[in-house]
């Protein structure tokens, strides 16, 4: 059975580093993609970026590009969402996913998705 | 970016009742869209990929249909398991890989 089990929530203050953590099971970890989507209170969905653990290939999508950090541990099966200093707007719900990389397509959807893990961010 | 909008925002019905969910793209987005369920406090669940593909395990009362611009997510007959949050998201264009906004159908 493939899972994706997160870390727990966070409460940080503004300008503090974060990094947390989703760790995959009964699949291949570096066979396939994994990524990030974020859910801000009360709010839709947003892509953040992918790695693929295999190779450490990574993308982000623009509107974050440059605000965090993907990366993986292969070793063991651990994908990873870091800030180097959170702001207030950065409180929100955190998923990990797997996404499904499409031939024809290229974008992808999300078959699995981690329990999520709640980041709040106040003074 | 291609903009996505779900149609209405929120539903109310009776369990039994048969469920529609429309998403338009800004853009044609050939039949590269995705629909999930999520419930209160849960991580999103896929349900159809593909525009019309049903996900291993989804029960059969979901389908979805469309191409292009219009898409639909039908519930054949509604379920008490089905009151949730629906959202669609398009795959064709990255790395605009945009959701919608969301359809929240409520108990009538």
């Known amino acids: 059975e493939v899972q994706l089990v997160q870390s727990g929530a966070e409460v940080k203050k503004p300008g503090e580093s974060l990094k947390i953590s989703c760790k995959g099971s009964g699949y291949s970890f570096t066979s396939y993609w994994i990524g990030w989507v974020r859910q801000m209170p009360g709010k839709g969905l947003e892509w953040m970026g992918i790695?693929?653990?295999?190779?450490?290939?990574?993308r982000y999508s623009p509107s974050f590009q440059g605000q965090v950090t993907i990366s993986a541990d292969k070793s063991i099966s651990t994908a990873y969402l870091q800030w180097s200093s959170l702001k207030a707007s950065d409180t929100a719900m955190y998923y990990c996913?797997?996404?499904?990389?499409?031939?024809?397509?290229?974008?992808?959807?999300?078959?699995?998705w981690g329990q999520g893990t709640l980041v709040t961010v106040s003074s | 970016d291609i903009q996505m909008t779900q149609s209405p925002s929120t539903l109310s019905a009776s369990v039994g009742d048969r469920v529609t969910i429309t998403c338009r793209a800004s853009?044609?987005?050939?039949?590269?869209l995705a629909w999930y369920q999520q419930k209160p406090g849960k991580a999103p669940k896929l349900l159809i990929y593909k525009a019309s593909s049903l996900e291993s395990g989804v029960p059969s009362r979901f389908s979805g249909s469309g191409s292009g611009t219009e898409f639909t997510l039908t519930i054949s007959s509604l379920q008490p398991d089905d009151f949730a949050t629906y959202y669609c998201q398009q795959y064709n264009s990255y790395p605009s890989l945009t959701f919608g906004g969301g359809t929240k159908v409520e108990i009538k």
């Open positions: 790695i693929y653990p295999g190779d450490s290939d990574t």
């Open positions: 996913v797997r996404p499904v990389v499409v031939a024809d397509s290229s974008g992808y959807y999300y078959d699995y």
């Open positions: 853009q044609s987005i050939s039949s590269w």
